[in-house]
């Protein structure tokens, strides 16, 4: 398994940055992840944070090192994560439960598969076409797929959500897959923060058009510009498949010398240390994937000798 991945992240104009992203990876499997704590309710970055920490935890677990069934897996993890939340809140007596919206993709094999709670999106580019997109679960979508059957009056504001992780009921999660890939096809993960204010045609012009270490700092410079002042919170992961390993300034994986127990993850295992960074980039996470590297290395000379 062969992948580039590209991702930042920015503080726009909050206070604070809610959203998390990050990836991990078997030798034949790959999970990407991104959630983004939702506003309005208590410690965003919290949620944002248990989300993925599950989702990685539970990876490590069950990928030795495949998934046996992909889609069950984004599933169940997506929900446990939303029962942490519940416990966390629960354990320390909050009176609303932390919330966050997740998003994830799974390449395993020749395919991929995909799971999403709320309105962080998922783009699949081939070539120059945008071949599926995640669909919000907003009040707004809803009402834009139902206005074309059935005339609608007012539009809701799209920042009103029916579900998401942290919730008083069970969350909707929706699942995709399996989507059998092609070399060079191209998966982003997003936060609200780029969608509201970059239209789906530019990002799907700018991936296809750029490599994805040039489309995605471009893609969030246009999204804070767009947003001004108060930009909203703006996190972006983007993955090549089976990308040319000459893919200037993305991190480039190859999982083929991989042992079958290796396991290599950027999500910080933490979230109740020190704060992160409110401003994360490849640059930030460099460390991180070098001391990856230097593991999975030592690895395969141990089963070498």
């Given at each position: 398994m062969r992948f580039s991945v590209y991702q930042i992240s920015r503080?726009?104009?909050r206070e604070k940055n809610e959203d998390r992203m990050g990836y991990c990876y078997t030798r034949d499997s790959g999970l990407f992840a991104l959630a983004d704590g939702m506003g309005g309710h208590p410690e965003g970055e919290v949620a944002s944070q248990l989300a993925l920490q599950t989702l990685s935890a539970m990876f490590q677990r069950d990928a030795k090192?495949?998934?046996a069934d992909p889609l069950r897996f984004l599933h169940e993890s997506i929900i446990a994560g939303h029962h942490q939340?519940?416990?966390y809140a629960n354990q320390r007596a909050l009176i609303d439960t932390p919330r966050t919206t997740v998003v994830a993709c799974l390449l395993q094999g020749n395919a991929a598969y995909w799971a999403h709670c709320g309105d962080s999106r998922l783009y699949m580019v081939r070539g120059e076409k945008l071949i599926a997109r995640t669909r919000d679960h907003s009040y707004s979508e809803l009402q834009h797929?139902?206005?074309?059957?059935?005339?609608?009056?007012?539009?809701?504001?799209r920042n009103v959500l029916f579900t998401c992780l942290g919730s008083p009921g069970?969350?909707?999660v929706d699942t995709v897959g399996p989507m059998l890939m092609q070399p060079g096809d191209r998966m982003l993960l997003c936060s609200d923060g780029l969608w509201g204010t970059v239209a789906?045609?530019?990002i799907t012009e700018m991936l296809s058009r750029n490599a994805i270490s040039d489309a995605v700092p471009e893609l969030v410079e246009q999204a804070l510009r767009n947003g001004g002042a108060k930009s909203d919170n703006v996190s972006v992961l983007a993955v090549e498949w089976e990308s040319a390993e000459d893919s200037a300034g993305a991190s480039d994986v190859s999982t083929e010398s991989l042992g079958d127990e290796v396991f290599a993850s950027t999500i910080q295992a933490s979230v109740l240390g020190a704060d992160p960074p409110d401003e994360l980039d490849d640059a930030e996470i460099e460390r991180s994937i070098r001391e990856i590297n230097e593991a999975i290395q030592r690895s395969s000379q141990q089963k070498k000798n």
């Open positions: 503080k726009g104009g090192p495949t998934l939340l519940l416990r797929t139902i206005s074309q059957v059935v005339p609608m009056g007012d539009r809701f504001n069970k969350p909707v789906d045609t530019v």
